[in-house]
């Protein structure tokens, strides 16, 4: 880690914003930087100085009158019949206004989840931490994961579709740990992110671009799967399709 990339991370790490895998990564970067240790005790400071701060303003009493004066008794009765009325009103269309929030809710939520997911992928690349157990074997790939996710993540063999098993590791969206099995199709690496509840549950597969990379979203067998990579859509789509079925092949 760069001392820029540790600046944009500080405020995060002292907020308690970080998932595991980037705390560790700063916090092994500022123990051997005394520049990125030194600003980061001064965020420290100041966030401690505010917490001690008074921030705190009472309004003065004649504000109030001053309020009172300025609207004429029979405008605040208007005013709480129209409120009364609206509050009567809100109880037809509360129940809609709750549905279309949680929509809102979920369509953030999944936007999130990729973008992490696409975060995820390039910095497994530029941290040259691509694998942690390196295999072309699924047997051995699968295994791995057994203790360190609750869930056994689904490693295909797709060699001869073109798709190469390289290996696997753990990594971390939203705060969570995922398995991650990775692929390669010539010179470019797929990133397969495998979890439980890791965003909404799709009826069929979703296919998108976020930040110039290709991101395929499908559920199977109650987990969620999530590949990206640069390869062209036509490709990762074919990767889905074939994964897909090669894990339907051994059900």
Known sequence: MTCAESEVLLHALIDGELDAGHARQIEAHVAKCERCAAQLTSYRDMRQALRGANLRYAAPASLRRNIDRSFPSQALTNRRTFLKGLGVGGLASAAAAAGVALVSLNQESDETLVTEAVSAHLRSLQAEHLVDVLSTDRHTVKPWFNGRLDVAPPVMDLTAQGFTLIGGRLDYINGKAVAAIVYRRRGHVINLFVAQSM???????????????????????????????????????????KFEAAAGSIR
């Open 199 to 241: 965003g909404s549950a799709l009826q069929t597969p979703r296919l998108e671009t976020v930040q110039g990379f290709n991101v395929r979203r499908w559920t199977s067998q109650g987990l969620n799967l999530l590949a990206v990579s640069d390869i062209n859509s036509d490709e990762l789509e074919e990767f889905g399709r």
